[in-house]
């Protein structure tokens, strides 16, 4: 069956970096766009970045446009996220999303606070 799984959060300083995995498995990975959002408590769950199922193309929310750098590769089914500049307002649970049908990782945590 279809499974992503996410990884790499944890607690980072204001300004810092955190580069975020996510590995599929179950299905053709290089057939399929990928997504990132992100939740709060507080928030609906938030669109962060697109990447195409070649990796060509990219798009990100204007939030973290110039922060983010969405990527994959197809070789080893597994899509990046690597945030740079963190602030504290990048606070929330990450996921991964496999576009047709819908399908989302657990999520991982990313913290960012003195």
């Known amino acids: 069956q279809v499974q992503l799984v996410e990884s790499g959060g944890g607690l980072v300083q204001p300004g810092g970096s955190l580069r975020l995995a996510c590995a599929g498995s179950?299905?053709?990975?290089?057939?399929?766009?990928m997504n990132w959002y992100r939740q709060t408590p507080e928030k609906e769950r938030e669109w962060v970045a697109r990447?195409?199922?070649?990796?060509?193309?990219?798009r990100y929310t204007d939030s973290v446009k110039g922060r983010f750098t969405i990527s994959r590769d197809n070789a080893k089914n597994t899509m990046y996220l690597q945030m740079n500049s963190l602030t504290p307002e990048d606070t929330a649970v990450y996921y991964c999303?496999?576009?047709?049908?819908?399908?989302w990782g657990q999520g991982t945590q990313v913290t960012v606070s003195a």
């Open positions: 990447i195409d199922s070649s990796g060509i193309h990219t």
């Open positions: 999303n496999r576009e047709v049908r819908d399908y």
């Open positions: 179950g299905f053709i990975f290089s057939n399929y766009a």
